[in-house]
């Protein structure tokens, strides 16, 4: 999955007028705290699906941070190792998230990595995290749960009986144009070998 790189926490000219514009709309009431992100996982079924809100992502980013210290990129890998790869938060989400949680008081500046900056979980932060621990642990089961779907879902098996299948087809029906009944006859054995695993 793809995800943008940054040495320098996302403070580059490309995003950081986002950011400034981000902060101005929040303080000034162009923001709310239950908005969802545009940060999407990719479904089973091919379907675009919201991993979190607003408010749910910064949970699970306050959760990680309060384990051990970490930068934005950090964050970013651990929430994608978590998920099997199924999901990455871009970093125009995640610093944003950062900021806020920070002129909140739940985490604060810490160490320095080079021109990273490192951050760490603050009491206000952990009491807070204390507060809503149920949440918090369903949130980490999805991030779970999403590495079990991707698992099922990218088994080598799977895939090879998959290529298989394009082989043959490409193969069958591109050596002339295929007759009408020979297109019914392929739709009719895929479409039952989509309803038998269906009913797996």
Known sequence: ????????????HHHHGGWKAFIHRRRHGGWSGGAP???ESEGRRGRSRRVFDAEELRLVLLKLVSEQPRHGYDLIRAIEELT????SPSPGVVYPTLTLLSEMGHIREDQSEGSRKTYAVTPEGQAFLDARKTEVAALMARLAELASERARFDGAPVKRAMMNLRA??????????????????????????AQRIERL
């Not at 999955?1 to 580059?12: A, F, N, S, V, Y």
């Open 37 to 39: 992100w545009g940060d």
């Open 1 to 12: 999955m793809r995800h943008c790189h940054t040495d320098h926490e996302g403070h580059g």
């Open 168 to 193: 043959v087809l490409m193969n069958r029906l591109g050596q002339d144009v295929p007759s009408p009944e020979l297109m019914h006859q392929v739709t009719a054995i895929i479409d039952d070998a």
């Open 84 to 87: 099997g790869g199924a999901y």
